[in-house]
């Protein structure tokens, strides 16, 4: 009689906690959208007025920054975001994902258990100090190999970007492989494959949507990072032709300016509608990185 009372009274209770955590989730679910619409009608508010000032092409395609004298062309800085961007995914998602591989398939056990929480330790060393690396050692050697007057260029920002890119790429592509039922793999060698052509052809594949999400977090740490980029990128304004000129991305030139900008003013706006950018970029890079997540599940 005890043991049916208990089963019972633990019945009840899963009956009574499941309905709140259900509540407890989705109420957490809508708050998430509403924050997200709040930062957006935050940024539409104090970015769109910059536009009585300059109209949204000559904002968006001008190619001169300099807002003490009213000239509020963003494609500089839009383009030093890319461009940093951009190289910083080149070198990161290759050496990411290769060694995410290597640790979930490769790696003994014993160096698996060593290279992991060391992985996770990188991904949370603060980005001033990522920066002051950057200008003590890189910057410096990217100067003497590229013989350039110097070495805070894009290529510098790039490879300090992906520096801090890859413990989350390398992290969550990891998890993302050992995720994979091991009969996928078994079957394959089963079959007559090596065990190289099984993790490529078969255990690689099949975690894809893990992987192309964490190439995804990646990104958006990358195109997001601001003090880094501040210290490292030369943070000049202008239209970048290669990797070994100084550049201005999007997010050092707010937190550069914005701290000495009067509010209300056209400059003040036009930060905002820097941001506003900003979001839309981001916005438009977690779209994608959903809709491929979505195109893998169907084919599965």
Not at 164 to 183: F, L, N
Not at 231 to 255: C, F, W
Request: aromatic share 8%; with cysteine; proline share 6%.
């Amino acid at each position: 009689m005890k043991a049916g009372s208990c089963n019972g009274s633990r019945k009840s209770l899963r009956r009574l906690v499941e309905p709140l955590i259900e509540k407890f989730v989705a109420l957490n679910g809508a708050l998430a959208i509403l924050f997200v619409v709040m930062i957006m009608a935050f940024l539409l508010r104090d970015g769109l007025p910059v536009f009585r000032s300059v109209s949204v092409s000559k904002f968006l395609f001008g190619r001169d920054w300099y807002p003490l004298s009213d000239q509020f062309g963003a494609l500089p800085l839009i383009l030093g975001s890319v461009a940093v961007t951009l190289g910083a995914i080149v070198i990161a998602v290759p050496i990411g994902v290769a060694a995410a591989v290597y640790l979930a398939e490769i790696a003994p056990v014993r160096v698996r258990e060593i290279l992991k929480p060391t992985v996770e330790v990188l991904a949370g060393i603060p980005s001033v100090v990522i920066g002051f690396i950057g200008m003590v050692i890189l910057a410096p050697w990217v100067k003497g190999a590229f013989d350039l007057p110097t070495g805070m260029t894009a290529l510098t920002g790039s490879i300090m970007l992906a520096f801090m890119a890859m413990p989350t790429i390398i992290s969550i592509s990891e998890d993302a492989i050992v995720a994979v039922p091991r009969d996928y793999p078994s079957g394959a060698l089963a079959l007559g494959a090596t065990s190289w052509q099984a993790i490529i052809g078969v255990t690689v594949p099949a975690a894809k949507s893990g992987i192309i999400a964490a190439v995804m977090l990646g990104i958006g740490r990358a195109i997001g990072e601001t003090m880094t980029v501040l210290m490292v990128t030369g943070n000049a304004a202008v239209i970048p032709h290669s990797l070994l000129q100084p550049v201005r991305t999007m997010t050092a030139t707010i937190a550069a300016e914005m701290g000495e900008v009067a509010q209300g003013t056209p400059h003040y706006y036009s930060l905002f509608a820097i941001g506003l950018v900003l979001f839309l970029m981001t916005f438009l890079i977690n779209l994608v990185a959903d809709l491929a997540l979505q195109r893998t599940r169907v084919r599965r």
